[in-house]
């Protein structure tokens, strides 16, 4: 079973639209959560940390749930340019923060 | 933001050839660094990670010979694939982690796309 599991899509969603991505995660001592976004043969860039309180940042709203070992990132009112591959990434332990990342929800928004 | 660049940004080299990567942070220092590794359409997987004054730390199933980190200062550490063959060619992605508020933050460095002939 992988560390970090996610539905590689692809998403096809017009602008506009609302959309949500799930994400489990199989180490109950996981402690830092987060999501990434990256573009096309680029690196990926931090879009947000989750929270078990949930968090909003804009458009993006993530949500955690430790219980269920679950994650879960929405966008409303999506732009083209939110076009990307998602990803869902948990560390284990603190401090530096050795990074897992799952293998990304790939999302399209079209016109 | 901490800025973290890489060398070169892409390399085709020989199979049977050596090629060094370097990833230097330009505004902080690093003391631990990361190389990660990305397949197409696959996820980016730790290969390892950096110590400055110290060895590298391997994750399982990456041959710390074939692999060769050295951390030579600060702000800079360098992935050296020696021997490639065609099955190394991949994406390699180098990250330093910097204090940011109460927590650190991973800065990646743009990525090294290496193809292997």
């Known amino acids: 079973r992988k560390e970090v599991e996610q539905d590689p899509g692809p998403f096809n969603v017009p602008e506009g639209a609302t959309v949500a991505f799930n994400c489990t995660y199989s180490n109950s001592a996981s402690q830092s959560f987060f999501w990434y976004r990256q573009d096309c043969r680029k690196e990926p860039k931090l879009l947000m940390s989750?929270?078990?309180s949930g968090n909003e940042d804009g458009r993006f709203t993530a949500q955690l749930n430790r219980a269920s070992q679950y994650i879960s990132l929405l966008i409303r009112d999506s732009k083209l340019s939110d076009s990307a591959t998602y990803l869902c990434?948990?560390?284990?332990?603190?401090?530096?923060?050795?990074?897992?990342f799952g293998t990304g929800t790939r999302l399209l928004v079209s016109p | 933001g901490a800025v973290v660049s890489q060398h070169p940004s892409w390399v085709i080299c020989k199979s049977g050839t050596s090629v060094k990567i370097e990833c230097r942070s330009l505004d902080f220092q690093a003391t631990t660094m990361f190389w990660y590794r990305q397949f197409p359409k696959q996820s980016l997987m730790l290969m390892a990670t950096?110590?400055?004054?110290?060895?590298?730390?391997?994750e399982q199933g990456v041959e710390k010979d074939k692999f060769l980190i050295n951390h030579a200062s600060l702000t800079l550490s360098t992935l050296t694939v020696t021997s490639a063959h065609p099955e190394d060619s991949s994406f390699y992605i180098c990250?330093?982690?910097?204090?940011?508020?109460?927590?650190?933050?991973?800065?990646f460095g743009p990525g090294t796309r290496l193809t292997v002939t």
């Open positions: 989750v929270y078990s």
């Open positions: 950096s110590n400055e004054g110290s060895k590298a730390t391997y």
């Open positions: 990250s330093a982690p910097h204090r940011a508020g109460w927590d650190y933050e991973q800065y």
């Open positions: 990434v948990v560390t284990l332990g603190e401090g530096f923060q050795k990074l897992v």
